[in-house]
């Protein structure tokens, strides 16, 4: 099982390499990363709430064959019935997103912080990724895998799953021969 970590839009190249390096540190899979800058379809875009719909962008995005694919996306989004999302995972499809807009200090009329910023981005890539790996939400506020309703609730937890969370991820990666 192989990581494609892709861009959408002005997505730092640090921003990538700390995506890859936080999965490679808490999972053991091999990354590839797609340097190139993919635009946004935007037919998933709704301009009066200025947000994507993350599953459907996700869906035209689409996955890479042969890879789990993580999209680092430029933007904000959302899903039908909540205001907005961190990341969305199709674990159906082999494909996730995290959206960036709002892991970022400035969104919320903040002085920018880039090594908070970066942070923010390994904890949802990973918790999107576990999604997609079959996790579900964690009680615990510290794991990766527990459910942010807001930024300092992803700043609360740790860039790493928790025991728990560990140990059925590497349950499923050892029984998985996917993607």
């Not at 947000?51 to 996306?73: C, H, M, N, P």
């Amino acid at each position: 099982m192989k990581v494609l970590l892709r861009r959408v839009g002005d997505v730092s190249t640090e921003a990538l390499v700390r995506a890859k390096e936080a999965i490679i540190r808490e999972t053991g899979l091999p990354v590839l990363i797609d340097y190139h800058k993919l635009q946004p379809n935007l037919e998933a875009y709704n301009w009066k709430r200025r947000q994507y719909l993350a599953s459907e962008l996700l869906k035209t995005l689409g996955r890479v064959d042969g890879f789990l694919t993580l999209y680092l996306i430029d933007a904000d989004g959302y899903e039908e019935g909540l205001n907005f999302v961190f990341g969305v995972a199709l674990p159906a499809l082999g494909v996730g997103g995290v959206f960036l807009a709002r892991l970022r200090n400035e969104f919320y009329g903040w002085l920018p912080d880039e090594e908070k910023f970066l942070k923010r981005v390994e904890k949802e890539v990973l918790h999107e990724l576990g999604h997609l790996l079959g996790l579900p939400h964690c009680p615990n506020p510290r794991c990766v895998m527990s459910f942010s309703n807001s930024i300092l609730e992803v700043d609360e937890k740790e860039a790493a799953f928790c025991e728990v969370c560990k140990k059925r991820l590497m349950s499923r990666l050892a029984g998985s021969g996917g993607y």
